[in-house]
């Protein structure tokens, strides 16, 4: 019979999103059903729908980032009552067998995680819609407890925004004594921020935004550096353990790897359109290193989440009415928005 579902959805590839409603499947013994409160909307959503990134299924519902309260609970399901406070993040399922998820790690499954949206299910029949709905269903094994100290509409954000920063600075060991930065402050760099100081860390932002100062301080930020300066880059040399790209656009990789210290990492999170260009002799001096981090395993989004209740760390959000939807992938795509989308699913 399916549980009815409202929704936003692109009905074709690079076309607007459009009141949708659809059956979510019966709830198997070990789901949950969730009502959902909030959905974030995250520039990878835009990305999908316009087909940037591969085949688009349609009709397509986007969003992994969602929080909202258990409605129903499956016959075998004990992670979760009725009531109880959770989030849904990148991925709903994975193969549970390979190495990668028997050690929780499961968002680098060797056999491909089952992505929140735009796909099928484990089964390869059922398609995967995603949050920008008022319910939704999933094993309870891949959604995560929400501390309730904090606010969900800032809270959906941490599920995709939050892990993608928290999963590097932690396996990077970011804490007292160390130097992170964090190139740019959009709906990722501020989360790297936020973890960052809350690790310990000494932070520097690096924008090409001068306008962003007073808010990366704020985040706590120690430091602030125009990156697009002559002279940005001329007292740095050898200053940082550890760099974290959030940017999509194409930069100069250079001026930041030189920044590094003897073992120092860059980590490249944002995707560019193109490949980087690298000249090589900048690595070796200093034995440093580039590196790639994407989202975390469901042991690491519940750790994340805890940390988050524990230092009253939220996403900065605006929250939207459903019917705004399409404004805001124009806002987001003219970096028009401090500092993640959110949509209020009572809207729908």
């Not at 060991?173 to 100081?197: E, Q, S």
């Not at 935004?209 to 007073?214: D, F, L, Q, R, T």
């Not at 550096?225 to 002279?231: E, N």
């Not at 030189?258 to 001096?285: E, H, N």
Request: aromatic share 8%; net charge negative.
């Amino acid at each position: 019979m399916g549980i009815t579902t409202r929704s936003y959805a692109a009905m074709d590839v690079k076309t607007e999103l459009v009141p949708f409603t659809f059956e979510r499947r019966d709830l198997r013994a070990s789901d949950i059903s969730i009502d959902v409160s909030f959905a974030g909307i995250c520039h990878s959503d835009i990305h999908t729908v316009a087909g940037e990134w591969g085949s688009v299924l349609t009709p397509l519902v986007p969003g992994h980032e969602v929080v909202g309260t258990v409605s129903a609970v499956g016959t075998s399901a004990s992670k979760f009552k009725v009531g109880d406070l959770v989030g849904v993040g990148v991925f709903v399922d994975s193969c549970r067998e390979c190495e990668n998820c028997t050690a929780g790690l499961e968002n680098y499954c060797s056999n491909g995680m089952t992505g929140t949206y735009n796909g099928y299910e484990r089964d390869g029949v059922t398609p995967a819609q995603g949050g920008y709905s008022n319910r939704f269903v999933i094993d309870e094994k891949y959604a995560v407890h929400v501390p309730a100290n904090l606010a969900l509409e800032g809270v959906a954000p941490l599920m995709c925004a939050g892990i993608t920063l928290y999963s590097p600075l932690k396996h990077w060991n970011a804490g007292p004594g160390k130097k992170v930065g964090v190139i740019g402050l959009g709906g990722l760099g501020h989360m790297g921020v936020k973890f960052a100081a809350a690790l310990g860390a000494e932070v520097t932002v690096f924008s090409h935004s001068e306008n962003k100062k007073a808010d990366a301080l704020a985040m706590g930020a120690d430091h602030f550096v125009l990156s697009t300066g002559a002279d940005a880059f001329r007292e740095l040399a050898s200053s940082f353990d550890l760099i974290l790209n959030t940017v999509s656009a194409e930069i100069d990789l250079h001026p930041y790897l030189r920044s590094l210290k003897l073992d120092g990492t860059l980590v490249v999170i944002g995707l560019p359109g193109k490949p980087y260009s690298l000249d090589a002799s900048v690595l070796l001096p200093a034995r440093r290193s580039i590196a790639g981090s994407m989202i975390g395993g469901m042991p690491e989004l519940q750790e994340m989440l805890n940390f988050c209740g524990e230092h009253n760390i939220t996403s900065d959000v605006e929250v939207i009415s459903a019917e705004y939807i399409n404004e805001a992938y124009k806002r987001t795509v003219a970096s028009d928005v401090k500092y993640r989308f959110v949509i209020d699913a009572k809207t729908l």
